[in-house]
Each structure stands twice: as C-alpha cells, then as structure tokens.
T-cell receptor, first 111, second 115 residues
Framework: DADVTQTPRNRITKTGKRIMLECSQT?????MYWYRQDPGLGLRLIYY???????NKGEISDGYSVSRQAQAKFSLSLESAIPNQTALYFC??????????FGEGSWLTVV | AQSVAQPEDQVNVAEGNPLTVKCTYS??????LFWYVQYPNRGLQFLLK??????LVKGSYGFEAEFNKSQTSFHLKKPSALVSDSALYFC?????????????FGTGTLLAVQP
C-alpha cells in the first residue's frame, strides 16, 4: 500500500464546477504539501501545512484552497474550476528532515 | 532568487552504457540538492540527496550524483543504464537550511534507454 494516497486518481470536470482532491498519509509526518505539475514547468507548490493548525500559500495558490482535517489528511479544492487548472496534482509529505515523499498523483482535466 | 536548470529535455542512451543527467543550480548559501524520478503514471520517487559531506552521493537503483560547488552542478550518473531506468528525472534545490517549502524543481529530463 502506498504511504501517500490520493483520490481520485483521474477526474474530468466541467468549467465552473467545484472539485476536491483528497490526500491521506500513513507516514506519520506532520508536514503536507500540494504541488501541481505541468509539462515543461516542473512542479510548483500550491499550498503547504506544517501541522494541523498551520496552512500556508505556496507559489501558485490563486484559485485553490486547502483543508487540513487531521495530521494524516490534507485536501485541495478548486472552488470554480477553469481549463488552465488542467494538470497533474501531487500531494506530498515530509517530517522535520529535508526529504519530501510524493503520492502517485491525480490527473485533473477541466473541460 | 534560487533556481535550478536541467539543460536537456531528453537524454538518449543505449542499455549498458553510462548515463549522465545534468543539473545546475543557483542559490544563496549552502544548497540542499535532490534527485527524484517519475515513472509513467506514477508519482515522484526520491533517489538521493546532498546536504553536506562527500561530494559523491549514492542513491537508489544504482544511481549516484556528484556535487560540484565551483561549477554549481549536481549531475546524476549511473555506470550502466537499464531499459527500466527510462523515466522522467527531476533535480531540485533548496536553500535556507533545506526548507521544504522553498524547494525549487527543475523542468525535468526524460531519459530514454534503448535496448
């Protein structure tokens, strides 16, 4: 079983719809992240959370929101999806060390 | 501002030959450097990292990377490539003591190993 689990793995949604991507982890890490991957742009940080009561914006937070429901759960929401939010989204975790561990990704297509 | 560059979009190598995937960086202070690999339809997997110490770092699956401070490079290497090494490779750098929220990723290099 994966240590960092994302659901759904694939989703097609329509412009203007609200969509939530969920993430859960069994690594026991306090820190969780949401990244977005676009071809030719690498990975960019959307939001991060260093503990349950801590939420911070990353490089590209506009149009997104997050919720840290528990140490093990961190969800990403698109309140009103738009086509340029079509991308591969990764949840990730880390402890107090430097290494980030990624989930297997969620493909989101906004039509 | 910190940055990382992977100058090659794709690297082609024959199975059994040595491979190198290039990475250069720009940061203020001491860099924390990472390599990740992404196999098709999978997430990123951690390969190795450099924080301090020996400039040659060994990682998973027989990969290693050499930190070169004067050239600000952190190239990924493997003595003998396998077809199963074909994947997308990302270099990443962080300054500020390795702050994970300050990790910057390169744009990725697609490694294609031909049988």
């Amino acid at each position: 079983d994966a240590d960092v689990t994302q659901t759904p793995r694939n989703r097609i949604t329509k412009t203007g719809k609200r969509i939530m991507l969920e993430c859960s982890q069994t690594k026991g890490h306090d820190r969780m992240y949401w990244y977005r991957q676009d071809p030719g742009l690498g990975l960019r940080l959307i939001y991060y959370s260093f503990d349950v009561k801590d939420i911070n914006k990353g490089e590209i937070s506009d149009g997104y929101s997050v919720s840290r429901q528990a140490q093990a759960k961190f969800s990403l929401s698109l309140e009103s999806a738009i086509p340029n939010q079509t991308a591969l989204y990764f949840c990730a975790t880390s402890d107090f060390g430097n290494t980030i561990y990624f989930g297997e990704g969620s493909w989101l297509t906004v039509v | 501002a910190q940055s990382v560059a992977q100058p090659e979009d794709q690297v082609n190598v024959a199975e059994g030959n040595p491979l190198t995937v290039k990475c250069t960086y720009s940061v203020s202070g001491n860099p924390y450097l990472f390599w990740y690999v992404q196999y098709p339809n999978r997430g990123l997997q951690f390969l190795l990292k450099y924080i301090t110490g020996d400039n040659l770092v060994k990682g998973s699956y027989g990969f290693e990377a050499e930190f070169n401070k004067s050239q600000t490079s952190f190239h990924l290497k493997k003595p003998s490539a396998l077809v199963s090494d074909s994947a997308l490779y990302f270099c990443a750098v962080s300054a500020r003591g390795g702050a994970t929220n300050k990790l910057i990723f390169g744009t990725g290099t697609l490694l294609a190993v031909q049988p």
